[in-house]
């Protein structure tokens, strides 16, 4: 059974920086790409960034320079890290395959930009 576990997420100012983490159980993550969704408030749930596992990446216009995707093969970890985060960036982020499957949604994890 796959599962997938964000954590990192939490209330930070305009400007500052957040990394989050994906941890993944069963044997999805070599083999698959891997990507970062989140969801807003009132809003659908939208792609941020994907990276395959040989390591090519891809953005959504919203986090290129912002934010940077990585995952750890030997650790079945995938990462987030973001910068010069907006208010904007809040919302609800979750991990999952890229295309993503309906079950294998997480709880996700909360980020906050706020003054």
């Known amino acids: 059974q796959v599962q997938l576990v964000e954590s990192g997420g939490g209330l930070v100012q305009p400007g500052g920086s957040l990394r989050l983490s994906c941890a993944a159980s069963?044997?999805?993550?070599?083999?698959?790409?891997m990507g970062w969704y989140r969801q807003a408030p009132g809003k659908q749930r939208e792609w941020v960034a994907s990276?395959?596992?040989?390591?090519?990446?891809n953005y959504a216009d919203s986090a290129k320079g912002r934010f940077t995707i990585s995952r750890d093969n030997a650790k079945n970890t995938l990462y987030l890290q973001m910068n010069s985060l907006k208010p904007e960036d809040t919302a609800v982020y979750y991990c999952?395959?890229?295309?993503?499957?309906?079950?294998?949604w997480g709880q996700g994890t909360q980020v906050t930009v706020s003054s």
């Open positions: 069963g044997n999805i993550f070599a083999i698959n790409t």
């Open positions: 999952n395959q890229s295309p993503p499957r309906s079950t294998y």
């Open positions: 990276i395959t596992r040989l390591g090519s990446i």
